[in-house]
């Protein structure tokens, strides 16, 4: 898989462990209807957005082996979720190395840009 650049995708984070098939890369496939292809850099605003949206990332979960999420942390997100976010103005900064370009399908390289995480880029 590749990243949005079309170079080979990068891992996101293994502390925690994240992306749809829990092995630290932004990688889908069908059956990943959220497609999680967006590396993001957790914010405490973001946090909030998603949980009022009906999907907590800050409160562990003993039973999925999920940590919850704080702030600095990188975590695989939805796309959709994303552009929720960006335009509620809370997205979260993105590395663009390790978000797969099949978000492209969704947003555009200019938006994400925008977003770039800079110590990265």
């Known amino acids: 898989m590749n990243n949005v650049f079309g ?8 502390e925690p462990i994240t992306g749809y098939f829990r092995d630290g890369f932004c990688k889908t496939d069908q059956s990943d209807f959220g497609q999680h ?12 957005f998603s949980k ?6 800050s409160t562990p979960n003993d039973q999925f082996l999920f940590p919850g999420l704080k702030e ?3 975590w695989c997100i939805c796309v959709l979720r994303w552009m929720e976010a960006l335009k509620a103005n809370c997205a979260p900064k993105v590395e ?16 994400l840009i925008k977003h770039a995480n800079k110590t990265s880029t």
């Not at 170079?7 to 293994?14: G, S």
């Not at 292809?37 to 909030?48: E, G, N, P, S």
């Open 7 to 14: 170079e080979p995708l990068k891992p996101c984070c293994y």
């Open 37 to 48: 292809t967006v590396c993001a850099i957790m914010t405490d605003k973001f946090l909030a």
């Open 52 to 57: 009022k949206r009906g999907n907590d990332l």
């Open 72 to 74: 600095g942390d990188k």
């Open 96 to 111: 663009l190395e390790s978000t797969n370009e099949k978000a492209l399908e969704c947003v555009s390289i200019h938006e």
